[in-house]
Structure formats: C-alpha cells, structure tokens
C-alpha cells in the first residue's frame, strides 16, 4: 500500500473522531457506541498499517482496559502520531524501535498534539505518562503498588509517596491537581480547561520527571 493511501485512510478515522467530538450527543456524555466502534476502527488501522513490535502498536495497549471515551482519545493520539510520521518518512521499522523507549513518557507526543491543536489528547497523554512515572517512583523508593493483589489508584500511590517523603505535601497537590486535569479529559469534559492549561500541564510533568527521576 502506498503512503499516500495510508495517511489518506488515517486522515478519514481521525476526521471521523473529531466529528463525533463536536457532536451534541457525545458533548451530553452520549454516542458510547459510536466512540467504542470508531476506537476499534482506529485500532485496527494502526495495526494494519504497522509491523509487530511497532512503537505504535506498544502505544496502544496503554487504552486496553479504560473508558470507551479514554480509549478513543488514547487510541486518536497514536493514529496522529503514525499519520504524521508517515507524511514525514519515519516509517523504518529500525528506526520505529530505536526511538521506542523515547516514546515511553509520551511528553514529546503531547507536546505535538497540542501544538496541533489536540489539547485533549495532549492531556490525556501527559496523564497517562505522569501515572506510569508516579507508579515507577513507588518501586524505586519501596513503596508498594497493589493492595491484596489490587493495583492502587494513582491518588493513593501519590499519597503513599508523600507519605514516604519522595516530594512534600506540595508536590503532592499539584500531582492531584494535574491528574484532576487528566480525568477530565478522559472523561469528555473538555470545556473544564483550556490549551494553555494543558501546556502547563505537560510542562509540569516533564519538570517533575526531571526533579523525581525513577
């Protein structure tokens, strides 16, 4: 298949998402069904378009198991991503797989996305990289992560970690509040905050990433 008709295929799913964001059903918290259906559509063209072992498909698993509106926006941030990496010429599986541990915070990703105009994937994206971050600081400083084989909430890891004296009560509210940003996002209400909000946001996180590293 020709790149062309790659990004062309990408270029439809994503319009489609976005027409269903601007859609006064789903701005009521309605159209679930449209957004799981457009989310498995989004998956499987990422996958389709992909080799195995792809940073795009690794991107992916980190919507299995949430909302259906967390998994759209997940799953629209990695279509996005491979769009324009496609457009740009990065599509060499070698190269894919150098840079995967690069992609691991997902900040750089954010960081597009909103310069895009994707607040709310940004968002949703720099959330999903804090929490990864806070749970890696647990296992650094002993603290642990499940509760009788249950994974804890991010709140309670923050907590915990305050707790152990990683970063101070600070800290900790502005994580909450950062996360508060992040679940708004997931969860459709996207009027609760704006671009310059989430670019803060991202830039909070990577200074903390930088002060805490795990």
């Not at 496609?86 to 310069?115: C, I, Q, R």
Request: aromatic share 6%; net charge neutral; with cysteine.
């Amino acid at each position: 298949m020709a790149i062309a008709d790659m990004v062309r295929q990408l270029d439809d799913l994503i319009s489609k998402v976005d027409q269903l964001h601007a859609h006064p059903a789903y701005r009521r918290g309605e159209a679930d069904d449209g957004a799981r259906i457009l989310a498995n559509r989004l998956e499987a063209a990422v996958t389709r378009l992909t080799m195995e072992g792809s940073i795009y498909r690794q991107q992916l698993k980190g919507g299995e198991k949430k909302s259906t509106r967390f998994r759209l926006v997940h799953d629209l941030a990695v279509a996005i991503s491979l769009r324009d990496d496609l457009n740009d010429g990065w599509t060499e599986t070698v190269v894919e797989l150098v840079h995967a541990d690069t992609y691991g915070d997902y900040l750089e990703m954010a960081d597009g996305l909103l310069a895009k105009g994707y607040k709310d994937a940004a968002a949703v994206i720099t959330g999903t990289s804090l929490e990864v971050h806070v749970k890696a600081l647990c296992a650094k400083s002993g603290v642990p992560t499940a509760v009788a084989g249950k994974p804890k909430k991010a709140d309670t890891m923050n907590a915990d970690l305050k707790k152990a004296n990683v970063y101070d009560g600070l800290q900790q509210k502005q994580i909450t509040a950062w996360m508060d940003l992040r679940n708004k996002a997931a969860h459709g209400n996207y009027s609760d905050y704006d671009q310059a909000q989430v670019g803060l946001f991202i830039d909070g996180v990577r200074a903390f990433m930088m002060k805490h590293p795990a």
